[in-house]
């Protein structure tokens, strides 16, 4: 009976240790996401004051010099303000404070913005950007809007950051649900002629901090956040992602 008991006592406290230790993980990981949410938006706002004065200076200047110092300035600022605002999306993922907001939009203003920033992204990098919309498709859809554009803009952003010659294509169109007429789902498509992905690695490429062997191996900037917070919006909203390898290799 005393042997018994002695092993009682022992799971006893071991159950209360873990216990004890799951509730200092919890109290950990919520100070960590409420630092890290804290700290996203208090850098944010003196980096668009530099980027605000960066583009002052680059517009009263004429002289080549400047405005080629200027360019580099607002190149890793836009980059620094793409990783916080990425570390920010994943702090409230975890934290479950990511809101879904399923409301009516015109899909030609979605692909309208998305076009305006693929264009833009293609542009400064001397990329071709083309679009294909099919004229079939429905002018009104219920989503979140916001998110969805979201999602397609990293997949922009990376077709851009990945690819050196050639250019991005965004395609779109809308697929019949069913037998009803009303119901139908928005197929968005993002395709380049850049780097690729080896077929290996298309399992991982959702993982936070997951980043190709050709993205390292081309010493192309990145974190390896957007995809992973991608997936996780598209989760979020029932969405599907899908990705597609390319023979192509790096040079």
């Given at each position: 009976?005393?042997?018994?008991?002695?092993?009682?006592?022992?799971?006893?406290?071991?159950?209360?240790?873990?216990?004890?230790?799951?509730?200092?993980?919890?109290?950990?990981?919520?100070?960590?996401?409420?630092?890290?949410?804290?700290?996203?938006?208090?850098?944010?706002?003196?980096?668009?004051?530099?980027?605000?004065m960066n583009?002052?200076?680059?517009?009263?200047?004429?002289?080549?010099?400047?405005?080629?110092?200027?360019?580099?300035?607002?190149?890793?600022?836009?980059?620094?303000?793409?990783?916080?605002?990425?570390?920010?999306?994943?702090?409230?993922?975890?934290?479950?404070?990511?809101?879904?907001?399923?409301?009516?939009?015109?899909?030609?203003?979605?692909?309208?913005?998305?076009?305006?920033?693929?264009?833009?992204?293609?542009?400064?990098?001397?990329?071709?950007?083309?679009?294909?919309?099919?004229?079939?498709?429905?002018?009104?859809?219920?989503?979140?809007?916001?998110?969805?554009?979201?999602?397609?803009?990293?997949?922009?952003?990376?077709?851009?950051?990945?690819?050196?010659?050639?250019?991005?294509?965004?395609?779109?169109?809308?697929?019949?649900?069913?037998?009803?007429?009303?119901?139908?789902?928005?197929?968005?498509?993002?395709?380049?002629?850049?780097?690729?992905?080896?077929?290996?690695?298309?399992?991982?490429?959702?993982?936070?901090?997951?980043?190709?062997?050709?993205?390292v191996e081309?010493?192309?900037?990145?974190?390896?956040?957007?995809?992973?917070?991608?997936?996780?919006?598209?989760?979020?909203?029932?969405?599907?992602?899908?990705?597609?390898?390319?023979?192509?290799?790096?040079?």
């Amino acid at each position: 009976d005393l042997h018994l008991c002695d092993r009682r006592q022992r799971q006893m406290c071991i159950r209360d240790r873990l216990e004890e230790a799951m509730a200092e993980a919890r109290r950990s990981s919520k100070a960590k996401g409420i630092f890290l949410a804290n700290m996203s938006h208090e850098i944010r706002t003196p980096i668009n004051v530099i980027l605000g004065m960066n583009e002052l200076i680059t517009r009263s200047s004429d002289r080549s010099e400047i405005r080629e110092y200027t360019s580099k300035i607002q190149s890793a600022g836009d980059l620094l303000l793409s990783i916080i605002n990425n570390i920010l999306d994943v702090t409230q993922i975890e934290s479950g404070k990511m809101i879904t907001a399923v409301k009516p939009y015109r899909t030609d203003s979605l692909i309208s913005e998305l076009a305006s920033i693929g264009s833009e992204l293609c542009g400064k990098k001397g990329l071709d950007f083309d679009t294909e919309f099919s004229p079939q498709m429905m002018s009104m859809l219920e989503g979140d809007k916001n998110h969805l554009r979201q999602i397609v803009t990293n997949f922009i952003s990376n077709a851009v950051k990945y690819t050196e010659s050639g250019g991005v294509k965004l395609s779109a169109e809308t697929v019949p649900c069913g037998d009803d007429e009303k119901k139908a789902v928005l197929r968005i498509t993002v395709s380049d002629t850049g780097i690729g992905i080896p077929s290996k690695e298309l399992e991982h490429i959702f993982e936070v901090f997951g980043r190709g062997k050709n993205a390292v191996e081309c010493a192309v900037e990145g974190t390896g956040l957007g995809l992973a917070i991608s997936k996780d919006l598209a989760d979020s909203m029932g969405c599907l992602l899908y990705t597609s390898p390319s023979p192509r290799d790096c040079s």
